[in-house]
């Protein structure tokens, strides 16, 4: 932490776990803490204990590019995003604190034609369903972000792509913090060190959980985690459509600032963006092999930053500070798995795949709201779990970014 974030946050542990709490959530990451907030802040419930078996975003939370963004391919996703992109442009006024949220625009690079009725349909679909998105030709592509190579280095050229001036970043710890310092104000205990080992239940309703520090009873549980769902979902007998894959990501050193927009390639399988360091931040598609491994590999930063140097030449200059990897829940139609899971008195946030910092504010916001009234969100109802048994899913592969 600085000194800024020593002075500002005022995050208040809880002596000691009760025996019994209202609603019981498994992980505090964004997610996690998001829903505790909004359960405390728009429900007044704050009978409630977040669980994290590490520290407060350490998990995906704190291994992710950070980027906010509604330009997604489908319009349940589109509305669905478009709300968070809404909540987190007033989040800093509503927690009292510097988030670091900084609108960026984002383009979306297209290199042939099929790439190009593809961002045009992805315009007409986000204007179609309230979240701004444009298409732009070459010309105002070099505009945009002068340092882009439209040639492509001559390999994949540049034929143009779809704008989205919402696309914005913020810096991933002070979101965590704010939620839960925010939850933590109201009275919700957050419990770091302590992990699940097991789901408690009661004639087939989930009644409470066990944990490394002894047993909670629960009316609600909700799973937060993130590349652990299976593991916390097999407990009460419940398989999910998800799989774990590694995300690898890096950062170099400073580059003037100059670079302004977020640019990501679905051709290419990167993005790139530039933090307020000044440094250019890098990531990539998923590692094709399952896993829960959190190792970084060269593989990766070769592949990853000869294509991302060949649409930006600058990059060729700069060097690699560090690297890292987190772990993607993705579901089979590749879009989340949010609300009921026919197990009653337990729920589930997951499948958040490469987009889950971008989802935080909405996700926590609607997951609350069903805990609270015990009815689905309308925004939501087209992710439920029950959508795969009902043959309805949520087909949106092509918004991943990097595939």
Known sequence: MNEFVERAIDLRWPAAIKPAYDVVIIGGGGHGLATAYYLATRHGITNVAVLERSYIGGGNSGRNTTIIRANYGIPEAVRFYQRSVDLYAHLEQETDRALMHKTKGLLWIAHSEAGIRQE??????????GATTEYVDPAAI???????????????????????PAGSTARHDRVVWAYAEGAMRLGV??????????????????????????????????????GHVTTIASMVGLRLPIRTHPLQAFVTNRYAQAFHPIVASSGLGGYASQTAKGEMLIGAEIDRAPSYAYDSGYPFLQHCAFRMMTLLPFLRDLRVLRQWTGVCDMSTDYSPVMGLTGVDGFLVTTGWGTWGFKAIPAGGEQLAALIATGRTPDLIAPFSLDRFARDRTMADRGSAGTH
Not at 193 to 206: D, H, N, Q
């Open 120 to 129: 045009r349909a992805r315009a007409a679909v986000n204007t179609a369903c």
């Open 142 to 164: 070099g505009e945009i972000c002068p340092q882009i190579d439209l040639t492509g280095g001559g390999v994949w050229p540049v034929y143009g792509a779809s704008y989205h």
């Open 189 to 226: 205990d957050v419990f770091q060190r302590t992990g699940v080992i097991g789901l408690r239940m009661e004639r087939g309703r989930v009644t409470g959980v066990e944990t490394s520090q002894g047993p909670i009873a629960a009316g609600v549980v909700l799973s937060a985690v993130g």
